[in-house]
């Protein structure tokens, strides 16, 4: 089962992005699906989650109100909306599956996709 992830770019501050992250080889039915991110130089850090049923998210402090997480069951797809986007979002990107929510926001998950990278400019 692999994660692919997609939709980084450059954008200017202010700009939205949308990252997709398509499952293959397996349907990820069930799991916890998330977004984590690793700027230059810095550790990889939380940026949001969301549960199989899409009734439960969570999201970094620094991106509340700006990012939303959502789902495509039929395209077993999960999406990073990322809104009024700043230069402190530039990372790469990286989207994750787990089983249970739990320490959602530690990297402690079983399957990650390859990264996009996200640049915005100021």
């Known amino acids: 089962v692999q994660l692919q992830a997609c939709g980084g770019g450059l954008v200017q501050a202010g700009g939205s992005l949308r990252l997709s992250c398509a499952a293959s080889?397996?349907?990820?039915?069930?799991?916890?699906m998330s977004w984590f991110r690793q700027a230059p130089g810095k550790e990889r850090q939380f940026v949001a989650a969301?549960?199989?049923?899409?009734?439960?998210?969570d999201f970094a402090d620094s991106v509340r109100g700006r990012f939303t997480i959502s789902r495509d069951f039929a395209k077993h797809a999960v999406y990073l909306q990322m809104n009024m986007l700043k230069p402190d979002d530039t990372a790469v990107y990286y989207c994750?599956?787990?089983?249970?929510?739990?320490?959602?926001?530690?990297?402690?998950?079983?399957?990650w996709g390859q990264g996009t990278l996200v640049t915005v400019s100021s």
């Open positions: 969301l549960n199989w049923s899409g009734d439960k998210t």
């Open positions: 080889g397996g349907t990820f039915i069930g799991y916890i």
């Open positions: 994750a599956a787990k089983h249970r929510w739990v320490d959602i926001d530690q990297d402690q998950y079983h399957y």
